[in-house]
C-alpha cells in the first residue's frame, strides 16, 4: 500500500492565489522527490529533497522536507494556469528498489 | 532524443486474451518499472527491475508478468487479462536505483472488455 499521504486530493485555486500540498509518512524518509503530470500526459520529474529541513526553489514552487524527514510540502506562488495538473510526491522503498508514489493531488486554476 | 517509448498508446481487448505491453529505454538506464495508474490511487508499482535479469513484485503485481532480457527492454504481459485491469499504465526508467529521477513512458491505456 502507498506510503505517504497526500493532501489534499483536489485543489481549486483563483489564478494569482498560493496553495500548499502535503506529503506525511509515518516513518523516516532517505530522500522524496516530487512529479508533475499534466492532463493527459506523463509524470514528470521535479525535484528531490534529500537533507532534513531542506528548503529549493524552482521559481514560483518552493519543496520543503522537514526536519523529521516525515513530511514535505510543495507552495505554488501566484498561480497560474499553467499550474494546472497532479502533483505527486514519491518515496524509495526497501533499500531503495520500489518506489512508492501518493494519490496525487490535482490543481485546477480558475482565471 | 533521450526517451522511453511504450507501444501500443491504446488498446482494447477482450478477457483472456494475453498481449504485451513494450517498453524501450535509450538511456542505457539500470533501474525500470510498471506502475498502473487509477482515479484516487496514484501511481501503484506493478514491478521494478534493478537490471539484466533481475525482476521483483512491486505493490500490485497479480495478474502481471515481466521480463528484463536485455537492459534496454522490459515488457509487461497480460496472460489473461480481466476487466479489473483496465487502467493507464506507465514504464518508467531511472539511472541507478529508484531513488532517483524516474523518466516515464507516454502511457498505454488499457481497456480490457
Known amino acids: 500500500g502507498q506510503q505517504v499521504m497526500q493532501i489534499p486530493q483536489y485543489q481549486h485555486v483563483q489564478e494569482g492565489e498560493d496553495f500548499t500540498t502535503y506529503c506525511n509518512s509515518s516513518?523516516?524518509?532517505?530522500?522524496i522527490q516530487w512529479y508533475k503530470q499534466r492532463p493527459g500526459g506523463h509524470p514528470v520529474f521535479l525535484i528531490q529533497?534529500?537533507?532534513?529541513?531542506e528548503v529549493k526553489k524552482q521559481k514560483r514552487l518552493t519543496f520543503q522536507f522537514g526536519e523529521a524527514k516525515k513530511n514535505s510540502s510543495l507552495h505554488i506562488t501566484a498561480t497560474q494556469t499553467t499550474d494546472v495538473g497532479t502533483y505527486f510526491c514519491?518515496?524509495?522503498?526497501?533499500?531503495?528498489?520500489?518506489?512508492?508514489f501518493g494519490a496525487g493531488t490535482t490543481v485546477t486554476v480558475r482565471a | 532524443e533521450a526517451q522511453v517509448t511504450q507501444n501500443p498508446r491504446y488498446l482494447i481487448t477482450v478477457t483472456g486474451k494475453k498481449l504485451t505491453v513494450t517498453c524501450s529505454q535509450n538511456?542505457?538506464?539500470?533501474?525500470m518499472s510498471w506502475y498502473r495508474q487509477d482515479p484516487g490511487l496514484g501511481l501503484r508499482q506493478i514491478y521494478y527491475?534493478?537490471?539484466?535479469?533481475?525482476?521483483d513484485k512491486g505493490d500490485v503485481p497479480e495478474g502481471y508478468k515481466v521480463s528484463r532480457k536485455e537492459k534496454r527492454n522490459f515488457p509487461l504481459i497480460l496472460e489473461s487479462p480481466s476487466p479489473n485491469q483496465t487502467s493507464l499504465y506507465f514504464c518508467?526508467?531511472?539511472?541507478?536505483?529508484?531513488?532517483?529521477?524516474?523518466?516515464f513512458g507516454p502511457g498505454t491505456r488499457l481497456t480490457v472488455l
Open positions: 518508467a526508467s531511472s539511472k541507478g536505483l529508484a531513488s532517483n529521477e524516474q523518466f
Open positions: 516513518t523516516t524518509l532517505s530522500n
Open positions: 529533497l534529500v537533507k532534513s529541513g
Open positions: 514519491a518515496v524509495p522503498l526497501t533499500n531503495d528498489y520500489k518506489l512508492s
Open positions: 538511456m542505457n538506464h539500470e533501474y
Open positions: 527491475s534493478m537490471n539484466v535479469e533481475v525482476t
